[in-house]
Structures are given as C-alpha cells and as structure tokens.
C-alpha cells in the first residue's frame, strides 16, 4: 500500500497585519490556522501584571510558551507556576486559566491545535 504525502507549498503571515489588527506591538496578535493552511492557531500574548484571560475551555489542545516574565496557570484542579522558557500543555476540553503573576510585562506564544480559534467562556469555580 502506497501512502501519498499531501504537497505542501509554503505560507507567510505577516507579524504587521495581526498586529493591525489586535494591537501596537508587533508581538500582539494571531496567526490564524486557514492563513498558513494548517491545524494550528498561534497568539502572541502581551499580559500587564495581574491580567490574563478568565476560566474557559477549548474542543483542542493549547501549548503555552513563555517568552518574557512568569503565569500562574489553574489547568483542571493543578496550579503551575510557570517562567521563560516553561512550557505549558492545556489539554482538550480541560478548563484553563493563567495571569501575569510578576512585576513586569508578560508575553507568550500560545499554539491552539486548531485551524481555528474555537473558545467557551466558563464561570471560574475561585471567583
């Protein structure tokens, strides 16, 4: 049996289109999975201390890189502390949260294995 690979030619997104869009840094934004044409959604995620998204869930799993400053991650029951260079996995359909838990700016490279970003918004069990 003979297996054909799909052809893939190559993709560009530019960093200055998203962040036309999401915000005023360069490193703010997303790459939509459809742009690439391929099953990953990437985010660059500025945080300020204290800030970072409510509890919520996605129907994929979500890998968080941090690049700069250090999160406070509640994935299911397990709290991680997490700092540059940690690597976080949010498994599908398991309820996540973080927040910039240090002095200074925050920033992430938030990989959704989806083509697209698919999010339900939950009511956080802590509040």
């Not at 919520?56 to 991650?73: K, M, Q, R």
């Not at 260079?85 to 240090?102: E, R, T, W, Y």
């Not at 700016?105 to 339900?120: F, K, N, P």
């Amino acid at each position: 049996m003979t297996v054909m690979a799909r052809k893939l030619g190559p993709k560009q997104a530019r960093k200055l289109d998203a962040a036309r869009i999401f915000g005023d840094s360069l490193w703010d934004g997303s790459v939509d999975g459809t742009v690439l044409g391929c099953d990953a959604t990437i985010l660059f995620v500025s945080a300020e201390p204290g800030e970072g998204p409510s509890w919520h869930l996605h129907p994929y799993d979500e890998i968080f890189i941090i690049t700069e400053g250090c999160a406070s991650f509640t994935v299911g029951d397990e709290k991680i502390d997490a700092t540059v260079g940690d690597v976080v996995m949010g498994p599908a359909h398991v309820p996540h949260k973080f927040h910039n838990s240090g002095s200074g700016t925050l920033r992430s490279i938030d990989i959704h294995l989806s083509r697209e970003w698919i999010q339900t918004d939950l009511d956080d069990p802590e509040a």
